[in-house]
């Protein structure tokens, strides 16, 4: 069964600072997609950015960037130039012959 | 182009009684998941429709149903209520394109608590 770790349950950044996300998954399908989802307090999960399994080229959206590790099984998030809205809890999901998702980590952001 | 929307957003109920959740998706999505959001669990696949049919099962038991309408509206029902089935009930839908593996929008969601 696909499972997907998040190491990290809080992480703090201050503003305006660089921070990174964590999460490994397992799998043994070839062909699935990865995404990092953001719930905020108002619990509106909103997708943060997507990338394709066979795709090699790191997915980047704005301030938000991964790093995708195929091999070592391995999507981090990279958060730059935080801000106060970034604040929220942030969730790793797999998506293969289903939808798996971490336990996500909350992050905290300091003025 | 609207977003998903659920309703109620919030439900109380009481033990033994059943729940019936709605979910509208975005116009053109096909297909429509429901997860289960606890703070124990965390978020857990209940069950995907496409075209009116039952694609894809999480691993919940037979009290927790669903059916999805010919205009993709999608709707849950939980029977015979439990303490543990409090939670937090997303929606999320996608176009659903066969093969394709396509992102889900998620709604704001059901907070459901049971008495």
């Known amino acids: 069964a696909q499972t997907v770790t998040q190491s990290q349950p809080e992480m703090s950044v201050q503003e305006a600072e660089t921070v990174t996300l964590s999460c490994t998954y397992d799998?043994?399908?070839?062909?699935?997609?990865l995404f990092w989802y953001k719930q905020p307090p108002s619990r509106q999960m909103i997708l943060v950015i997507r990338q394709e399994a066979y795709k090699q080229q790191n997915a980047t959206e704005n301030r938000f960037s991964v790093n995708f590790q195929k091999a070592a099984k391995s999507f981090s998030l990279k958060i730059s130039d935080s801000q106060l809205g970034d604040a929220a809890m942030y969730f790793c999901a797999y998506q293969g012959n289903d939808m798996r998702f971490g336990a996500g980590t909350r992050l905290t952001v300091k003025p | 182009k609207a977003g998903v929307t659920q309703t109620p957003r919030y439900l109380i109920k009481t033990r033994g009684q059943q729940v019936t959740l709605s979910c509208s998706p975005i116009?053109?999505?096909?297909?429509v998941s429901w997860y289960q959001q606890t703070p124990g669990q965390g978020l857990q696949f209940l069950f995907e429709y496409f075209s009116e049919t039952q694609r894809n099962k999480g691993n919940f038991p037979g009290r927790f149903s669903g059916r999805q309408f010919s205009n993709s509206r999608s709707e849950m029902n939980v029977s015979t209520l439990e303490l543990g089935d409090s939670a937090l009930y997303l929606c999320?839908?996608?176009?659903?394109?066969?093969?394709?593996?396509?992102?889900?929008?998620f709604g704001p969601g059901t907070r459901l608590t049971v008495l």
């Open positions: 116009s053109g999505h096909r297909s």
């Open positions: 999320a839908s996608s176009l659903g394109q066969i093969g394709v593996t396509d992102t889900q929008y």
């Open positions: 799998t043994s399908e070839s062909d699935y997609y």
